[in-house]
């Protein structure tokens, strides 16, 4: 799905769109929306998220709730995950599938209560998903609502955030594990306390009602003053996930592939008991596991430059005879390894790490790579 706007249409721009500007943020569109892409150097906020803290916006991602007494088995059916299975208070990550097993989004999902779930997806397929769960919510008892206005989101990454958000609230964050969220107020705001992130940091993801978002951002701010927090841009956000072993959907995650291709058939629960064991896209999925298990055409690998050019999405990987062998998905410098890394779309027979031989053509030049393991980086617990 593009990202772009139709003709004349104005991008939307969340509750803190004034504060950004008024911290002299670059502003980009950004699947519709007018969004910081950074507030100085990248690099210097993606080092504050690694050994500090850093503060995002992210209120253009898409909330929709579904409530009632099966709203779990909906989101058994409309997912690829076993959501009813999950405990209140828990977070779970998964994914919505086409019939054919091509990925329409990926999703956190929150179970809120018994018979009340909030599924969080990308910006870009939040009307996508929408409306595939509202199609798919035919004989369920249970509704689905479009609660996109009713939040604003920030989130506060790295090994300080704890700190700096237990100055602001009383709640448990101790006993908050990872892909869990609990209500609580945070500098006098009622929150959604989220244990979750896209940084591969210790952090938090905070809804609250757009009303209060601005009120919220300037106390965190303040908060992490003395710690060094800084605002952070969607620019380091991408480095940050890449880093971490993070797909992208758009890049390494489209309609084109299956979990299985991504390397994420982890998400997939064939075990789950209810609606009969069938849900959307099973069968595909199914076959599209038997071939990953058997001999997968390509695999989702992580690529370390040893010279200094970036490979950008779309570039053609090459083994040393020249021959194409797969397609860089995300190619950014690595503020933290200090060196232009990538993942890759990857013939099976190259996938292995240490390979060698293995090139980027970048501009007509074969520069080399060395392939490795994803992620490329991963926190100290």
Known sequence: MSDALPENAQPRRTALDAVHRA????????????????????RDEHHAVRTRAGLFD?????????????????????????LSALKPGRARYTMICDENGGILDDLIVYRLA?????????????????????????????AVR???????????????????LASLTDADLEGLKYYAGLPGTVAGASALIARTGYTGE????????????????????????????VPCGLSCRDTLRLEAGMPLYGNELTRATTPFDAGQGRVVKFEKTTNGGRFVGREALEAAASRAAAAPPRVLVGLVAEGRRVPRTGFTVVAAD????????????????GKPIAMAYVDAAHAAPGTTGVSVDIRGKQEPYAVVALPFYKRER
């Open 23 to 42: 911290l002299g943020a670059t502003m980009t569109d950004f699947a519709g929306w007018d969004m910081p892409l950074r507030y100085g150097s990248e």
């Open 58 to 82: 992210l209120s253009h991602m898409g909330e929709i709730t579904v409530t009632g007494p099966q709203a779990g088995e909906l989101l058994d059916h409309a997912l690829v995950g076993f």
């Open 114 to 142: 018994e018979d009340a779930f909030m599924v969080v997806a990308n910006a870009s397929n939040a009307q996508v998903v929408l409306d595939a769960l509202t199609e798919r919510q035919a004989g369920f008892d249970a």
């Open 146 to 164: 479009d609660d996109r206005d009713a939040y604003a989101l920030l989130a506060v990454q790295g090994p300080k955030a704890h700190g700096i």
């Open 202 to 229: 210790d952090g938090f993801e905070l809804f609250v009602a757009p009303e209060h978002a601005e009120k919220l951002w300037q106390a965190l701010l303040g908060a992490g003053e003395g710690e060094g927090l």
């Open 322 to 337: 020249g021959t194409p062998i797969g397609e860089v998905t995300s190619g950014a410098p690595s503020p933290t390894l």
